[in-house]
Nanobody
Framework: QVQLVESGGGLVQAGGSLRLSCAAS????????SGWFRQAPGKEREFVAA????????VYADSVKGRFTISRDDAKNTVYLQMNSLKPEDTAVYYC?????????????????WGQGTQVTVSS
């Protein structure tokens, strides 16, 4: 497993933006497919976005499509989630995840490594 550390969460007003970062401990992070998930209080952890290794195919949940952008910088072993036009319903703990395969699955069960999470709070 690879160690993942998220950062960039915080409190923002509705309509604002945040950029989350996920730094990996492993120099071969370019061989991992990465994803972002989120969990709101009392709800299950849900898929947000994923990006494949190598060619960087991206997949998004319908609820964030057009507002969020996932990207990766393999030279820095880091994956990002740019979040724009934030809504109060985006409030959750956001988790970074990684898997050795090349397919950017939406199913959290397909990911082997997880970060500790970072809180995002959007006020109305």
């Amino acid at each position: 497993q690879v160690q993942l550390v998220e950062s960039g969460g915080g409190l923002v007003q509705a309509g604002g933006s945040l950029r989350l970062s996920c730094a990996a401990s492993e120099r071969t992070f370019s061989s991992y497919t990465s994803g972002w998930f989120r969990q709101a209080p009392g709800k299950e952890r849900e898929f947000v976005a994923a990006i494949s290794r190598s060619i960087g195919i991206t997949v998004y949940a319908d609820s964030v499509k057009g507002r969020f952008t996932i990207s990766r910088d393999d030279a820095k072993n880091t994956v990002y989630l740019q979040m724009n036009s934030l809504k109060p319903e985006d409030t959750a703990v956001y988790y970074c995840a990684a898997r050795r395969g090349s397919i950017p699955y939406r199913d959290r069960g397909e990911y082997e490594s997880w970060g500790q999470g970072t809180q995002v709070t959007v006020s109305s």
